[in-house]
């Protein structure tokens, strides 16, 4: 058994691998998106995320989740793994980067409400500071990436519901892993959401026969890094804390994004762009961050006694 610092530290970097991946997948979306449609670009990324994962489950002999497991899978892969890809992909055919951005990270806020609601996730001070802060940065990201003209009302109506769809997937996910491995429940929440994106397989076979390589690698890479490696990564570490410390947690994807679009990309942000990701990072670092109070209550508590033995 580790001790509860080191699972503490394994689980933040967990997480802060889930993080840079996921800010990856952006780019590669946005290489991937030019040769493939939403629903088949969805459907060949679950497909190599769920070929890795199913590997690596023989291998390590991880076998089938619990009966009572299942509910919490079925429902975060119906909703993150399948509804969500396919439609997040389509939004951000219709608006730019920047608005898409903006409207899916109202996901973090959502997480913790519901995570409150039906977790009975406790949401301190600093945990809602930190999400207000790591929201502004998002709001300042979104709005010095957003063109003229570049957003829908069907686009942002798609951002949003790709965002109502991730939180109540991570939501439903969290139970489950109390029962499986955070292995199981990645491995088999992505094997639901290829088989509810396998009616997009034609769109897939006739795409991908004309698609450029890259584009198809970075399909490939989009289900063995950012779903395979990082969705068991996220588990792993929401097994470990709160729904809502996590959700806060991708606040810190709209920063890296833009460092990896200036790496990767040679997009030179801004410095209201630059002021939005710092902005993020904060609210991240306060969100998770932990008040030093114990020593002062204990200092307090012996009083009362004191009194009571001189009465």
């Not at 399909?219 to 929401?238: E, H, S």
């Not at 833009?258 to 306060?286: D, F, H, I, R, Y």
Request: hydrophobic share 55%; glycine share 12%; with cysteine.
């Amino acid at each position: 058994m580790h001790s509860p610092r080191r699972t503490e530290l394994l689980a933040a970097g967990a997480a802060a691998v889930t993080v840079v991946l996921w800010a990856s997948a952006f780019v590669s979306i946005r290489s991937a998106g030019d040769a493939y449609s939403p629903g088949a670009l969805a459907l060949g990324r679950l497909l190599a995320g769920a070929l890795t994962l199913g590997v690596i489950c023989l291998v390590r002999r991880e076998g089938w989740p619990p009966r009572s497991a299942w509910r919490g899978i079925g429902i975060s892969g119906v909703l993150w793994f399948g509804f969500y890809m396919v439609v997040l992909n389509w939004g951000e055919q219709q608006v730019d980067a920047g608005t898409a951005a903006l409207v899916v990270n109202i996901g973090p806020i959502l997480i913790a409400l519901l995570g409150a609601r039906f977790l009975g996730d406790a949401m301190p001070p600093r945990l809602l500071a930190g999400m207000a802060v790591s929201f502004a940065g998002a709001v300042t990201v979104g709005l010095s990436m957003s063109g003229n003209g570049g957003s829908s009302v069907l686009g942002v109506a798609l951002c949003l519901l790709a965002a109502i769809a991730y939180a109540a997937g991570v939501v439903a996910q969290k139970p489950a892993l109390g029962r499986a491995s955070a292995l199981q429940v990645t491995t088999f929440g992505c094997l639901v959401g290829a088989v509810l994106c396998l009616p997009f397989a034609g769109q897939l076979v006739s795409e991908a026969a004309k698609a450029p390589v890259p584009a198809t690698l970075n399909m490939v890479y989009l289900g063995v890094f950012p779903t395979a490696l990082a969705f068991t990564t996220w588990a792993y570490a929401l097994a470990r804390t709160t729904a809502s410390r996590m959700g806060a947690t991708t606040y810190a994807v709209p920063a890296l994004v833009v460092l990896m679009s200036w790496l990767a990309l040679g997009e030179v942000p801004g410095p209201l762009t630059l002021t939005g990701g710092a902005l993020c990072l904060a609210g991240v670092a306060v969100s998770r961050s932990r008040a030093r109070r114990a020593p002062e209550a204990a200092a307090v508590e012996p009083r009362p006694e004191r009194l009571e033995e001189s009465a």
